[in-house]
């Protein structure tokens, strides 16, 4: 098998600011003042907003976005829409015709920066610019926007958590082309980088034990990418040393993930550590992973009844895995359910013919054929929430992604 080593900065790739803007006059003025603050990485489009929606559906969004909204018929709805595609940390300032304060309050609400009224000046362009950078402007939220945290932990080991992580991963990167992170919290018998045929990068461990190592730049360089739209942060730390995770590292290392990516998706090791207790915490999801055994029931409810004390406002899906694979020996679902107090969501059957083949040529199940890949892409677009309703309000989005 080959493990290539695929990394890059990925802070590079991406421009300072973007406009899509319909009437000459405004796209000039954004000209000027993009020269007059020096930002180099600026590129101007005639368009709209519908065109932003487009075009950062399928390339990475620039630090600051400049959208207009004038021809919109629902601007609210588009800036939602809008926000489903954008990277998270991106400040988008709307400019539009409407000199309407209700108009301007809603906008705010709906995660925009500022808005401006044609015809822009360029002293009001400039302001509105520096406070975004800055990140002063008078309606920034502190937080800024978040990526989601998916935990994926098994109730026992060798239930299959590694292989759902992986595919759920693949799948959102994939189908729903969001960026996202697969982080492997354990540094020493990981699979993740392997399943996906890549070397881990140095860097995590000493991330993961010491808060002041954590900034954009050195993860960057810890970060390996699979594709442009999934990245993976794992080791191989040796095993004849014991690695000390600091919770509050553990914590800023998923806050700085969070500002980078759609979606970080850890796959947690079984033991329950301050590094588990951290990601469990932060979680807005929880994939429980386990098969149809006696323990693995009993451990489901244990972590289930774990996350009601932790994290009472995560999601949790429980995910029964290698079903049928004893047959006769197996507890039947209902029973299972009626032992952990709840229906499980998902019963992906036992496969080693398909997933074996997958794992072991490096490729995630999720992006083969047959039962198990087709029910794990379901999964991953559950987990999305489908687009309807995705679009019905940013605001309550944003207070569950920073929850
Ligand atoms: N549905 C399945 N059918 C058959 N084999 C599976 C299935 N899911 C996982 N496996 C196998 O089980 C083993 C353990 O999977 P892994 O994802 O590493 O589990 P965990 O992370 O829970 O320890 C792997 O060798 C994998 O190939
Ligand atoms: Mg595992």
């Given at each position: 098998m080959?493990?290539?080593l695929?990394?890059?900065?990925?802070a590079?790739e991406r421009?300072?600011?973007?406009?899509?803007?319909?009437d000459?006059?405004?796209?000039?003025v954004?000209a000027?003042v993009?020269?007059?603050?020096?930002?180099?990485g600026?590129?101007?489009h005639?368009?709209t907003?519908r065109?932003?929606?487009?075009v950062?559906?399928r390339?990475?969004?620039?630090?600051i976005?400049?959208?207009?909204i004038?021809?919109s018929e629902l601007?609210?709805?588009d800036?939602d829409?809008?926000?489903e595609?954008?990277?998270?940390?991106?400040?988008?300032?709307?400019?539009?015709e409407?000199?309407?304060?209700?108009?301007?309050?809603?906008?705010?609400?709906?995660?925009?920066?500022d808005?401006?009224?044609k015809?822009?000046?360029?002293?009001?362009?400039?302001?509105?610019?520096?406070?975004?950078?800055?990140?002063?402007?008078?309606?920034?939220?502190?937080?800024?926007?978040?990526?989601?945290?998916?935990?994926?932990?098994?109730?026992?080991?060798?239930?299959?958590?590694?292989?759902v992580?992986?595919?759920?991963?693949?799948?959102?990167?994939?189908?729903?082309?969001?960026?996202?992170v697969?982080?492997?919290?354990?540094?020493?018998?990981?699979?993740?980088?392997l399943?996906?045929?890549?070397?881990?990068?140095?860097?995590?461990r000493?991330?993961?034990e010491?808060?002041?190592?954590?900034?954009g730049?050195?993860?960057?360089?810890?970060?390996?990418?699979?594709?442009d739209t999934?990245?993976?942060?794992?080791a191989?730390?040796?095993?004849?040393?014991?690695?000390?995770a600091?919770?509050?590292?553990v914590?800023?290392?998923?806050?700085?993930l969070?500002?980078?990516?759609h979606?970080?998706?850890?796959?947690?090791?079984?033991q329950?550590?301050?590094?588990?207790?951290?990601?469990?915490?932060?979680?807005?999801n929880?994939v429980?992973v386990?098969?149809?055994s006696?323990?693995?029931?009993?451990?489901?409810?244990?972590?289930?009844?774990?996350m009601?004390?932790?994290?009472?406002?995560?999601?949790?899906?429980?995910?029964?895995?290698?079903?049928?694979?004893?047959r006769?020996?197996?507890i039947?679902?209902?029973?299972?359910?009626?032992?952990?107090g709840?229906?499980?969501?998902?019963?992906l059957?036992?496969?080693?013919?398909?997933?074996?083949?997958?794992?072991?040529?490096?490729r995630?199940?999720?992006?083969?054929?047959g039962?198990?890949a087709?029910?794990l892409?379901e999964?991953?677009?559950?987990?999305?929430?489908n687009?309807?309703?995705?679009?019905t309000?940013l605001?309550?989005r944003?207070?569950?992604?920073?929850?």
């Open positions: 080959s493990r290539a695929a990394r890059d900065g990925i590079q421009l300072q600011l973007r406009a899509f803007v319909a000459a006059e405004t796209r000039a954004i000027q993009a020269g007059d603050l020096m930002i180099t600026a590129s101007i005639n368009g907003v065109d932003a929606i487009t950062l559906g390339e990475r969004s620039p630090r976005l400049i959208v207009d004038s021809t601007p609210l709805s800036i829409e809008l926000a595609v954008c990277e998270p940390g991106v400040s988008v300032i709307a400019i539009g409407r000199n309407d304060v209700g108009l301007f309050r809603e906008l705010i609400h709906h995660g925009i920066t808005y401006l009224v015809p822009v000046t360029a002293t009001l362009l400039q302001r509105a610019l520096v406070q975004a950078v800055e990140g002063q402007a008078p309606h920034q939220r502190q937080t800024g926007r978040l990526g989601r945290i998916v935990a994926v932990m098994g109730a026992r080991g060798g239930v299959g958590a590694t292989m992580a992986t595919s759920l991963a693949w799948s959102i990167a994939t189908s729903r082309h969001r960026r996202v697969l982080f492997d919290l354990d540094l020493q018998f990981g699979s993740v980088a399943a996906l045929d890549l070397d881990p990068a140095n860097g995590l000493d991330a993961v010491n808060p002041s190592r954590i900034d730049l050195y993860l960057d360089r810890t970060l390996v990418r699979h594709s999934l990245y993976v942060l794992g191989e730390e040796p095993l004849d040393d014991v690695v000390r600091d919770r509050d590292a914590g800023l290392l998923l806050q700085e969070q500002a980078k990516f979606f970080v998706i850890v796959d947690l090791p079984r329950i550590s301050v590094a588990t207790q951290q990601v469990l915490q932060s979680a807005t929880l429980l386990s098969d149809l006696l323990a693995g029931m009993r451990d489901t409810l244990r972590i289930v009844q774990l009601h004390a932790l994290n009472v406002g995560c999601t949790v899906n429980v995910v029964i895995n290698k079903g049928g694979e004893y006769a020996g197996e039947p679902k209902s029973e299972f359910e009626r032992g952990i709840r229906s499980v969501d998902l019963v059957p036992f496969d080693a013919r398909r997933v074996c083949a997958a794992i072991n040529s490096g995630p199940v999720a992006s083969t054929s039962p198990v087709e029910q892409r999964l991953a677009e559950r987990i999305c929430g687009k309807a309703a995705g679009r309000g605001f309550k944003l207070l569950a992604m920073v929850r």
